[in-house]
């Protein structure tokens, strides 16, 4: 099965807002947002958070934890879309590894995100004044699950009262969707590594939408960290920036996808 090479030119990070949760253009289309007036000042709030300029420390710190996670993802993006060019000029073993090597750097990155949520969580119960958020985007994610995590989340957005409840259920879903999203990615990339898979044609596309997905929950994150910062007393401050600066617990050990002597039918 043909396929051109896809090239994976990310946002920055100063232009991801616009490309995620509030593109207007999207909004015009698709009325992302309620024309109501409440829901407007609403997503007024959210937007200033996002938009304002934070105090020196809150920014640095701000500025470290997503310069790591760029870092991060930029690797694994690399190594993917080596990958689809592999596969593209006719070198499917050396794609396979590319896959491999992408997988790899997602499953280090996840665990990064994940911590994150749950931080910020552990945070929540210390402090009384909370973020206001928004419900994650269908329109935002291709793949069934980043979908129905964000149907979901949107529905019970509306039936919970307060920005507190709202905040606890949005980085529960947004841990659990990143979780999902990995995991979906490294059994495709499995079987693509292993040459197992009947239709190959289908995992690569799965990996595809899956780090567009996985892409979405990234700025999510960031923007969820930033609202956060923004309401977070500052004697609070140096025990989150400890808690974030320190490195995630290690997932358990997976064996990871070795070539087989399997034909390279890919």
Known sequence: MEESAKVYNR????????????NRRACSGADVFSRG???????????????ATLPREKSQLYQLVVRRWECSYAMMSVALDEAFSLRSSGELVCARQQVSIAAGLLGRLTPSLIALCETLAARGQMVAKFPVVEPMNT????????RSAASWNRILHHLLFGSRSRFFHK????????NQLE?????AASEISKGLSVQPGDCWQRLDTLHYDFNTCLRESEIVLKSFLRMLPEDQLPDLARELNAPPLPKPVRVKPRLSGASASA
């Open 11 to 22: 946002t920055p990070p100063e232009t991801a807002f616009s490309k995620t949760m509030y």
């Open 171 to 178: 980085l529960r879903i947004l841990s659990h969707t990143l």
């Open 139 to 146: 329109e935002f994610f291709r793949g069934n699950t980043g």
């Open 37 to 51: 007036k409440p829901k407007r000042l609403q997503r007024s709030r959210v937007v200033d958070d996002w938009v």
């Open 183 to 187: 995991s979906e990615f490294e059994e």
